[in-house]
């Protein structure tokens, strides 16, 4: 199934737009997980068990397992094995290289890894996305305005044409990069502003919005900025505020609940 | 030792400006280490042990370990262990992301795996770089102007301010990111033109240029462009002429000569 369909029917089934995000820091794992034979795994594993009916999609944060070595690159692959099926995966891995190496890099995330979407950086141009653009029924998620402070740096920089950069990209999105229907953006949930704008032009383009949750974004704000007229076409990410909601409690029933309030809270501005 | 100390040291020693890449295409290991328990291991071991006395560093691309799975990120941590000592190792993973995030590949890249430097996007913005320039004796090299035609979508695009893209991110490189001067630039060497720009503005950058080889960029236009006032200040990197310089024949002698070529092609330019 399409990456874009799974998504739809996930949200559908679960009357959901949230996705957790899995970013899950060595340091922070509950203690009710310390002791299995892989931590990580299975405190991952327990989230996505925890919320798959509360979702749309997961999103494992590919930096968070990398910085275990070989060993987090093996649980990035055994979760996408054993996630909770009808449960579409984003692999947030924000690649993005040129030619051979994009290749090896979309053959890494869809095949090695198995994983439904990725996130992209779209700084190397067109050509280093198609790789990944080539996988039909896999979804390109590619970096547009960002959640953090510091993508006024370069994403908001001013054109000789008036527009600003993060523009240009959903621009492209748009127009050339979207032959096979599977590509989105990502959009800060932290600038409705720029979410109204994009949205505006990209009517039909599937938007992810981090930054809910612990990045503090205005959630209702965020959402009646980017939901298409079908009052969808979005997907808020939440992580750390999912995954630590226990503050030292037991952590899956805390995830739980955060998830259904956030799923509320978003659903409630939808029909607002 | 800082990374930017030991390229120069290398560089004397051998006197040698050139990187050897390692992008090992599993379907191009040569016959001879088919039969090793971990080709690609033994072949990038073998290619670094017969050009470590003719390069000032080595660059292994991280796509293709990736695009293994773990046994491929392993070999990465296993090369960084085992390499030939004096001469440093770039990871060319062009890595960009946001707080905790970026914090986490940093650890993966410099600690969890051990490499000297590491390839950026700039695409976040200053505070997704910020966690890596921290590391003040590793090299932070940000892609400003690539090698791939595709470069010209974006970072070629005239802000308002009558300058192209990259011109800011090799601005922002000179002034707000090098306080402790371990900053470089990624320029291609397939643009000697827009080289010759950035190393007047950027006088004391370190400037990576891959493109030389089986990119087809004009090595010695793109020295005569590069070179710092000390007639160095540049590591120009080749991959895949390198490793498959052989063409099915004994690929380490062929490396070899290869590299002996490139090296002093580059010292040529130099001196002219």
């Not at 690649?95 to 290749?103: K, L, N, P, V, Y």
Request: proline share 6%; net charge negative; hydrophobic share 45%.
């Amino acid at each position: 199934m399409r990456f874009q369909d799974m998504v739809q029917q996930a949200a559908q089934r679960n009357q959901s737009l949230l996705c957790v995000g899995l970013d899950p820091d060595p340091q922070r794992i509950p203690a009710q997980f310390a002791r299995e034979r892989a931590p990580l795994y299975a405190f991952c594993m327990a989230i996505m068990e925890a919320t798959a009916d509360l979702v749309c999609a997961f999103k494992p944060n590919s930096a968070f397992f990398e910085a275990l070595g070989a060993p987090g690159f093996e649980i990035l692959q055994r979760l996408a094995e054993d996630a909770p099926p009808d449960v579409p995966l984003i692999l947030d891995a924000k690649r993005g290289d040129i030619g051979s190496t994009a290749e090896a890099y979309a053959r890494a995330a869809f095949e090695q890894l198995g994983y439904h979407a990725v996130t992209l950086n779209p700084y190397l141009g067109g050509d280093a996305l198609a790789p990944f653009l080539r996988y039909a029924d896999r979804g390109c998620i590619v970096l547009c305005k960002t959640s953090n402070a510091g993508s006024a740096d370069f994403q908001d920089l001013v054109l000789a044409t008036g527009e600003p950069l993060y523009m240009e990209v959903a621009r492209r999105a748009r127009d050339q990069w979207n032959a096979n229907k599977n590509v989105g953006l990502v959009v800060g949930a932290t600038h409705p502003q720029q979410l109204r704008a994009i949205r505006e032009r990209c009517p039909e383009l599937l938007l992810l919005l981090p930054g809910i949750g612990a990045q503090g974004g205005d959630l209702a704000a965020a959402v009646a900025a980017a939901v298409d007229i079908a009052g969808a076409g979005i997907i808020l990410s939440a992580s750390r505020s999912v995954l630590y909601a226990a503050n030292g409690g037991d952590a899956l029933p805390a995830a739980r609940r955060e998830a259904m309030h956030l799923r509320a809270a978003i659903n409630a501005a939808r029909g607002a």
